[in-house]
């Protein structure tokens, strides 16, 4: 389900009034009431009121007058704000979505390998075949189509049912990769999971693209 995201007062004010303009409720040439009125019947601050018009007024839909308030000047314009008033809705929408995705991503990757490092910790780095998730190194090919991806890019887990805990890399050991760490031709990833997410994750390094 889609999730409203709400603009702020001032630019509900404005599309409010541009609504109002485009239905004929204020017609051309007509004079919006005064600030105060507008604030008392939006329950806002006159501030509010005046940055609605002032966005109004760069859109041609209104026209601000000093000592007079605004006067209505195009009820197409008004027509051609509120469509762009939705597009942009909809894009702060989407990047409100991605933002809430990536959170919950970096929430479960945190609590998995939290979970994970706790588990090897109390069990020592490698755990025996016979255990219900064993640990697995698997190389990178030079020629592997994941050199230079990040593991969240490449949806390692939700792909293979593996989770990497640790990346070795020469001498150097990479504990609890976070979601943007990047593989390299030579590096040896550590990883658990049963049989089936080894034979998976062994497809995914291997292969030579990437979808």
């Not at 007024?57 to 009820?75: F, H, I, N, T, Y």
Request: glycine share 6%.
């Amino acid at each position: 389900m889609r999730q409203a995201v709400v603009p702020a007062h001032y630019l509900q004010i404005a599309l409010d009034l541009a609504r109002r303009i485009a239905k004929g409720e204020l017609p051309e040439g007509s004079r919006i009431y005064g600030r105060s009125v507008m604030a008392s019947e939006y329950n806002v601050s006159p501030e509010t009121v005046r940055r609605a018009l002032r966005l109004l007024a760069d859109m041609k839909v209104v026209e601000v007058r000093p000592q007079s308030g605004a006067v209505v000047l195009s009820a197409d314009c008004a027509r051609r704000y509120i469509a762009n008033f939705e597009e942009d809705s909809d894009v702060r929408l989407l990047r409100t979505q991605l933002k809430q995705l990536m959170a919950e991503y970096d929430d479960l990757h945190r609590r998995l390998t939290d979970t994970v490092t706790a588990l090897m910790q109390g069990r020592g780095m490698f755990a025996p075949a016979s255990e219900p998730f064993p640990n697995y190194e698997l190389p990178i090919p030079a020629d592997s189509a994941l050199i230079g991806k990040s593991i969240g890019a490449l949806h390692f887990w939700s792909t293979t049912g593996a989770t990497i805990v640790a990346i070795r890399r020469g001498r150097t050991t990479i504990l609890s990769p976070g979601p943007y760490a990047e593989l390299y031709a030579g590096d040896v990833i550590v990883f658990v999971g049963n049989a089936a997410a080894a034979e998976a994750a062994h497809h995914l390094v291997t292969t030579k693209e990437v979808k």
